[in-house]
């Protein structure tokens, strides 16, 4: 079974960092490209970084310069957010789609095909 578990949120100050780990069970990720996401409250989902199988990486020019996608193996792919501002505060998803059909960017939600649970976070000002 196929599954994603997002993880590493929480309560930050502003100008302060958190990374962001999605854990892949049920496949590896050679073989997939990689989301993240954000929601905030009253707010459409946004597509914020991802990277291809290749390793090749994009961003949202809102999180451009503040937020690095990596991945270390073939299992775990992380967010490592710095600077943090309250804007940045949401839910965080991570998606994976497989490497033939995905998109890198413009990233959709709606053409993901695997999604983990969300992990909340929030910057206080």
């Known amino acids: 079974e196929v599954q994603l578990q997002a993880s590493g949120g929480g309560l930050v100050q502003a100008g302060g960092s958190l990374r962001l780990s999605c854990a892949a069970s049920?496949?590896?990720?050679?073989?997939?490209?990689i989301g993240w996401f954000r929601q905030a409250p009253g707010k459409e989902r946004e597509g914020i970084s991802s990277?291809?199988?290749?390793?090749?990486t994009y961003y949202a020019e809102s999180v451009k310069g503040r937020f690095t996608i990596s991945s270390d193996n073939a299992y775990t792919v992380y967010l490592q957010m710095r600077s943090l501002k309250p804007e940045d505060t949401a839910v965080y998803y991570c998606?994976?789609?497989?490497?033939?059909?995905?998109?890198?960017?413009?990233?959709?939600?709606?053409?993901?095909?695997?999604w983990g649970k969300g992990t909340q976070v929030t910057v206080s000002s």
């Open positions: 049920g496949f590896s990720f050679d073989d997939y490209g």
């Open positions: 990277i291809t199988s290749d390793g090749t």
């Open positions: 998606a994976a789609t497989p490497r033939s059909r995905f998109t890198p960017w413009p990233l959709d939600w709606e053409y993901m095909d695997y």
